[in-house]
Structures are given as structure tokens and as C-alpha cells.
């Protein structure tokens, strides 16, 4: 998603983008429940203040619950468990199939593999 620089731009976006993804309308589920998370010591303020507008969007403009403080600082230390850890608790609290979880990622990405020093997202299960 390109960079926005306020709510009312992400939201058009986010709803333009996710037009037709879904099959089920989120009035469908029982609840929705999204949980942002951010590098706590990214290169720029860029993923926070991302993070904090995705807040606002789901959280008040939606009206959807965001799990626990919002949004989530990833450490540098352990980030991995503490990634594993959120995520857990997320589907553990809000254990229904009628539920609908989100989660919002920013952060940032290893070098390709392709030697062109472009970035990706690199994630492990």
C-alpha cells in the first residue's frame, strides 16, 4: 500500500484495495478484532505513525476492537517471540470461528536474493 498521510485517504484506500477480497461482510462476523504491530526501531517514524492511523481507522472510524495497547512496538531484542507471542494471544482471546482477525504489519524487509538490493517482506512460521 502506498504511503498515506491521513485517515480519511487510508480508509478510501484500504477500501478500494480490499473491494471484492472478502466474500463475507464484516457485519457477518460475531466480532472484529485487528492488531497492529510496527518496528519499535525502524529507520523512520514512517511504520509508526502508519500504524497509529491504521489504529484510528479500524478503531474508530470502523468501530472494530484493537487488541490489547495499540499499536504494538516490535523490540529489537527477541522480536520474533514477541511477534509469536501477540499473535497468540490474539487467536487465543478471540477463539470463535465468527470472529475476524486482522493483523497490520509495517515494517521492513531482507535484501532479494536477486543481487538488485531490492526489499521484501520476510516471514517465518
Known sequence: MDQINSTPDIKAKLTQELEGYFPVSPFDYHSVVVLVLY???ADHQAYKEEAEQVCELF???F???????????IPEVKSGLFVSRE?????????ENTNLLIIHYGGHGDRDDNGK????SVWAA
Open 39 to 41: 518496528w519499535e526501531k
Open 59 to 61: 478503531g474508530k472510524c
Open 63 to 73: 468501530g472494530y476492537k484493537l487488541q490489547g495497547q495499540q499499536p504494538v512496538a
Open 87 to 95: 499473535i497468540d494471544n490474539l487467536m487465543y482471546e478471540n477463539d
Open 117 to 120: 538490493g531490492t526489499k521484501r
